[in-house]
T-cell receptor
Framework: AQKVTQAQTEISVVEKEDVTLDCVYE???????LFWYKQPPSGELVFLIR??????QNEISGRYSWNFQKSTSSFNFTITASQVVDSAVYFC??????????????FGQGTELSVKP | DSGVTQTPKHLITATGQRVTLRCSPR?????VYWYQQSLDQGLQFLIQ???????AKGNILERFSAQQFPDLHSELNLSSLELGDSALYFC????????????????FGPGTRLTVL
């Protein structure tokens, strides 16, 4: 079975601090995809990044960076110099592609990030 | 704006009633997914349709059903509603190649908040 664990339920930081959101996944499949989504207070789910299991390169997009380590089954997300607008719930998700089984996302429980001015 | 639309935005109804949630995918996307977000269960996959046919099923209750129409919009029908069905229901869409080993990014609509009184 597949599982995603986000052990941090809530994180509170002060603006301009760096913050790392942890994500640990479980799957026996060799081909899988990992995602991060952001859910701001308005409620929608916003796609941030997708990474496949064969690409362990870290990625940076502005203040956001992601560290994928297959050895520890982790896909952590770091926000550098956090801002109040980063306040949201962040979800890590896993998708395992199998023949005729669709592409459902398995979500972690989410980490609520609060950035205070 | 993800390009996925959902109506209505809010729905308040009574126990025992039936409601229909509507979703229009992004232009060009063939797959539609439905998810339920509740406080106790988190984000859970319900069902996926690909080009009009059911592709994958999650923990969807028998009281719930869905379909995807020729114009690719989808409807989620919830019947004999219970208090515990109160949740945020998301629709997502993706291109969906349908090929094994590949998965696409799912883009989410703004959600329909269902309140059962």
């Amino acid at each position: 079975a597949q599982k995603v664990t986000q052990a941090q339920t809530e994180i509170s930081v002060v603006e301009k601090e760096d913050v790392t959101l942890d994500c640990v996944y479980e799957t026996r499949d060799t081909t899988y995809y990992l995602f991060w989504y952001k859910q701001p207070p308005s409620g929608e789910l916003v796609f941030l990044i997708r990474r496949n299991s064969f690409d362990e390169q870290n990625e940076i997009s502005g203040r956001y960076s992601w560290n994928f380590q297959k050895s520890t089954s982790s896909f952590n997300f770091t926000i550098t110099a956090s801002q109040v607008v980063d306040s949201a719930v962040y979800f890590c998700a896993l998708s395992v592609r199998r023949v005729n089984q669709g592409g459902k996302l398995i979500f972690g429980q989410g980490t609520e990030l609060s950035v205070k001015p | 704006d993800s390009g996925v639309t959902q109506t209505p935005k809010h729905l308040i109804t009574a126990t025992g009633q039936r409601v229909t949630l509507r979703c229009s995918p992004r232009s060009g996307d063939l797959s539609v997914y439905w998810y339920q977000q509740s406080l106790d269960q988190g984000l859970q996959f319900l069902i996926q349709y690909y080009n009009g046919e059911e592709r994958a099923k999650g923990n969807i209750l028998e009281r719930f059903s869905a379909q995807q129409f020729p114009d690719l919009h989808s409807e989620l029908n919830l019947s004999s509603l219970e208090l515990g069905d109160s949740a945020l229901y998301f629709c997502a869409s993706s291109v969906e190649t349908g090929l094994a080993g590949l998965t696409d990014t799912q883009y989410f609509g703004p959600g329909t908040r269902l309140t059962v009184l």
